[in-house]
Structure formats: structure tokens, C-alpha cells
């Protein structure tokens, strides 16, 4: 039978994050509260015709999602190595069954 991928000890602190509910609450909470308070700023301003409230409710939700895909990018590495680990083993294993199959006829 084929064997479970080895993962460093960065790979599994990222599968296990992703698995527990705190990765989607956090996620849904920060980008919640960017929104949020971005479009706040962005509405006040609009409503009391101030443009620098306006343009800074903008820039707060921009650098807020530029940070989110830079988070998104650093772990973009250890995702592809997670991904190429299952991805050899299912081939592995897709080998071994064919063999198999082939043994019994």
C-alpha cells in the first residue's frame, strides 16, 4: 500500500490550521472588518461630501486586501509543495492498483 506523504513541520501546521474553524472565522472576521470599516469612511465621506474621509475609506480597504494577497502569496510556495506531496502519492497509488488489476487477469 502506499504511504501517507511526509510533511515538514510548516505543511502541517498549515493543513491543520486550514481544518480548524478558527482559519475560516478568522478569515471571514478580518476581511469583515476591512470592509466594514473601509466602506464606513468611504459613505461618511460621500455623505458629508468630504473627499479626504472618502479617499482614505479607500486606501484602508486596498492596503487591507494588498496585505491579504501577500499573506496569500507567502503561503503560495508551501501550498504547491503540499499539493505536488498528494499529487505523487495518488499517482503512486494509481500504480499499485494497476498492477494489481493486471496481476488478476
Not at 52 to 75: C, F, H, K, P, Y
Not at 88 to 105: D, F, G, M, N, T
Request: charged share 20%.
Amino acid at each position: 500500500m502506499t504511504a501517507r506523504p511526509k510533511f515538514s513541520d510548516e505543511e502541517n501546521y498549515l493543513v491543520s490550521y486550514m481544518k480548524s474553524k478558527a482559519a475560516i472565522r478568522n478569515s471571514r472576521l478580518y476581511a469583515f472588518s476591512y470592509l466594514l470599516v473601509g466602506g464606513g469612511l468611504a459613505a461618511w465621506g460621500l455623505a458629508y461630501e468630504t473627499s479626504l474621509i472618502t479617499i482614505a475609506g479607500v486606501i484602508v480597504i486596498v492596503v487591507a486586501r494588498l496585505q491579504e494577497l501577500g499573506l496569500e502569496n507567502q503561503w503560495a510556495g508551501v501550498w504547491q509543495s503540499i499539493l505536488g506531496k498528494y499529487q505523487a502519492a495518488v499517482e503512486a497509488y494509481e500504480e499499485e492498483v494497476q498492477k494489481l488489476r493486471e496481476s488478476q487477469e
